[in-house]
């Protein structure tokens, strides 16, 4: 019997589908649409719908990107799987009286099955013809569902890379120095005691200049010298007694040893009592051996300052 195939039929088939896809279809359309389908049943619906969809996507997509190396030879081995998954037309019957179904095989053409026994090709040309569109929609079908998968991928641009945040190292100030110490401490002026030097008679020193500054509630104080000579560590060095009253006299509090850099140029000086100072009486500066001593001989008192 006649299928009712017709090329004609099939490519205003094709045209109402991507109509459909694209701006719908008027009553009288749907209606010839569902008439040639029926009049060309070796037509795969499915495949000719997904092909439209495709040919639709690809006309409003400007310009369609090109595939990844690789990609257009995988969709040609996926498509006989995507034939062989396709649904096939209604068996009907053949001129000897039993059931005739259509085989889909290679590209080149198709085999008519009676009973059991197989048909050769007898009219190559009416075969490729029936195969070609069946096995071109099955690889559009493949095009469109690959493209779909790579379209988003391919068309957006890669994020931005994350800001490197560098983080800027801030340093702590440096500490202040002993000048600006003493400066500060000047400023608690209730609690703050300020004593000019006494030069003594020994031949180590002419004229010494300066103060000691004491705040016996902070237990803080600074000395300052102008004219005091340069010393050489590894020879003497000079060390700081604090006479307290609460405390016997022979044992005054060691104020710590220091240098003086530049021979008569004015020095500060931080004063670092060993103990705690309850009432300061006398300041004095004597000469000591490098290491300063734990009490001294009081040989070489150079300057002192008397408290009132």
Not at 246 to 257: L, Q, W
Not at 279 to 297: H, I, K, N
């Amino acid at each position: 019997m006649t299928t009712g195939y017709t090329e004609d039929g099939h490519e205003r088939l094709r045209e109402l589908l991507v109509a459909d896809w694209g701006e719908g279809l008027e009553a009288e359309e749907r209606a010839e649409l569902e008439r040639l389908a029926r009049e060309n049943p070796d037509v795969v619906l499915e495949c000719e719908r997904a092909a439209a969809a495709a040919a639709v996507a690809f006309a409003f997509e400007a310009p369609a990107p090109r595939l990844p190396p690789g990609l257009e030879a995988k969709i040609l081995a996926a498509a006989p799987a995507h034939v062989a998954a396709a649904p096939m037309p209604a068996a009907e019957p053949s001129a000897r009286g039993g059931p005739r179904a259509v085989e889909l095989g290679a590209p080149e053409g198709l085999r008519a099955v009676d009973g059991g026994r197989s048909e050769g090709a007898s009219d190559p040309s009416k075969a490729s013809r029936r195969a070609g569109p069946a096995w071109w929609m099955a690889l559009a079908a493949s095009v469109a569902l690959a493209v779909a998968g790579w379209l988003p991928r391919l068309g957006s641009e890669p994020p931005p890379p994350e800001p490197i945040v560098v983080e800027k190292i801030v340093e702590p100030p440096p500490p202040p120095s002993p000048a600006e110490r003493l400066k500060k401490l000047e400023t608690i002026r209730e609690q703050t005691r300020a004593i000019p030097w006494t030069t003594t008679e020994d031949p180590w020193v002419e004229r010494v200049d300066g103060r000691v500054v004491w705040n016996n509630d902070l237990q803080e104080g600074y000395m300052t010298f102008a004219g005091l000579p340069e010393n050489d560590p590894a020879e003497h060095r000079y060390q700081l007694w604090i006479f307290d009253a609460k405390r016997d006299e022979r044992f005054p509090v060691d104020g710590g040893v220091f240098d003086v850099p530049v021979d008569g140029a004015e020095t500060v000086v931080p004063i670092r009592a060993k103990l705690p100072v309850r009432e300061p009486t006398l300041f004095a500066v004597t000469l000591e051996g490098p290491d300063g001593v734990v009490v001294s001989d009081r040989s070489h008192i150079l300057v002192v300052a008397q408290v009132d």
